[in-house]
């Protein structure tokens, strides 16, 4: 089955930088790959989805990349404030199936 | 707001208990899936269903069941509890519940099983 492995060490950065997280995956690429944003507590947001022949997707501050020759996804937020720290989860779909299977997730925290 | 609203917010049992947790999807949205989050396990997938028939199933165990009412709110039903089953408990929906379908969570009920 498809493993998913996202950095388990929590990413400091201090604001106005760049925020770098990693997603790779084991075995076959899928047809998708998703990023959702997770706080405490709370249940998962949605934020973007890349197929596999998009090699890059852009909205607002966040960039996602994905290589399937890697077989990783790079998703990056652009002059990151305190408010982007939360834990950023991936999710791609497992095997035959549609339904995502979601990583651990990394948390990030964005120092004033 | 995601839309998806999910009762209780907090449930602390007993072990040997059985409790239902429930989820209303957003207007207009036909599947429903439902999600465990434990510390040690990430979220997991439980089982999906569409305009109220069980559609996919996931790592769910024999004692847990779940199913849609006609008027498309879901209820997970979890019994002979354990205190390995203390978790959040999601509940998301989407419109077609197909291949690239954004899931919409709700806000999570947190079991904890004394």
């Known amino acids: 089955s498809q493993k998913i492995e996202q950095n388990s060490e929590a990413l400091n950065i201090q604001e106005g930088k760049t925020a770098t997280l990693t997603c790779n995956y084991t075995?076959?690429?899928?047809?998708?790959l998703q990023w959702y944003r997770q706080d405490p507590g709370r249940g998962p947001v949605f934020l973007l989805l890349i197929r596999e022949n998009e090699k890059e997707k852009r909205k607002e501050r966040l960039k996602v990349t994905f290589d399937t020759t890697l077989k990783q996804s790079l998703f990056h937020i652009t002059a990151s404030q305190p408010a982007d720290s939360a834990t950023y989860l991936c999710a791609l779909p497992s095997g035959g199936s549609y339904i995502p299977t979601f990583g651990r997730g990394t948390s990030l925290i964005v120092h004033p | 707001d995601s839309g998806v609203t999910q009762t209780p917010k907090h449930l602390i049992t007993a072990t040997g208990q059985r409790v239902t947790l429930r989820c209303s999807p957003r207007s207009g949205d036909l599947s429903v899936y439902w999600y465990q989050q434990s510390l040690d396990q990430g979220l997991q997938f439980l089982i999906q269903y569409y305009n109220g028939e069980e559609r996919a199933k996931g790592n769910i165990l024999e004692r847990f069941s779940a199913q849609q009412f006609p008027d498309l709110h879901s209820e997970l039903n979890l019994s002979s509890l354990e205190l390995g089953d203390s978790a959040l408990y999601f509940c998301?929906?989407?419109?077609?519940?197909?291949?690239?379908?954004?899931?919409?969570f709700g806000p999570g009920t947190r079991l904890t099983v004394l």
């Open positions: 075995n076959y690429s899928p047809a998708y």
């Open positions: 998301a929906s989407s419109a077609g519940g197909q291949n690239e379908d954004t899931q919409y």
